[in-house]
């Protein structure tokens, strides 16, 4: 049965690239309109996406609302994927394009005090600069287009094409952001 005020489409023949018949099954299911489906696809790769998303935005409550709104747009556009590749590459696709489409967004609603907290604000903490970062703190300091191109590129494996097309740069700018972001990176991971 379709869902209501779409046009109903035939049923789609969808490979997992990976062969796991169950997620083609899932992906085939949620497209016809299967919440059940759909609410499988999201527990298989919640925590993935979540992650991604986590280090190419900043502050977990965005992370978590950019993730929301990812699968909000793979449900609504579900009938679009062809299945070419995983659904899971599709996903995360998906997910990069929502991210970078939300940190370009000017017209965000609203603003959080508790991302403006240093480790310095902390009470009980010692002197900041004196304690080795992690790479998880280092990349979050990171200015936004080296974060994004760092997430993409080295934590994600894109190249730098593929990342100039997300971002609407040159795979010039993509290679100068990257070298920007591990510079920075080095200072930071060797104080």
């Known amino acids: 049965m379709p869902r209501e005020g779409l046009v109903s489409r035939p049923p789609m023949r969808i490979e997992s690239a990976a062969g796991d018949p169950s997620e083609a099954a899932d992906v085939a299911r949620a497209a016809a309109g299967d919440s059940s489906a759909f609410e499988r696809l999201y527990r298989r790769h919640a925590a993935r996406i979540h992650s991604l998303v986590r280090r190419m935005v900043e502050g977990e409550a965005d992370a978590n609302e950019v993730t929301q709104d990812a699968f909000v747009r793979a449900w609504e556009r579900l009938g679009t994927f062809r299945g070419e590749s995983s659904f899971g590459t599709w996903l995360h696709r998906l997910a990069v394009n929502v991210a970078l489409n939300w940190r370009k967004s ?6 959080r ?3 403006e907290a240093t480790a310095e604000d902390l009470p009980g903490r010692r002197d ?11 990349i979050g ?9 760092f997430v993409l590129h080295d934590v994600e494996g894109f190249r730098h094409e593929e990342i100039a097309e997300l971002m609407g740069v040159t795979a010039g700018t993509s290679k100068a952001q990257l070298h920007r ?3 920075l990176l080095r200072d930071h991971l060797e104080r």
């Not at 000017?106 to 603003?111: I, L, T």
């Not at 900041?128 to 280092?138: P, T």
């Open 113 to 115: 005090f508790d991302e």
């Open 141 to 149: 300091r990171l200015p936004p287009g080296a974060r994004q191109v």
């Open 181 to 183: 972001a591990r510079m």
């Open 106 to 111: 000017a017209a965000r609603s609203r603003r």
């Open 128 to 138: 900041a600069g004196a304690e080795r970062m992690d790479l998880d703190q280092a």
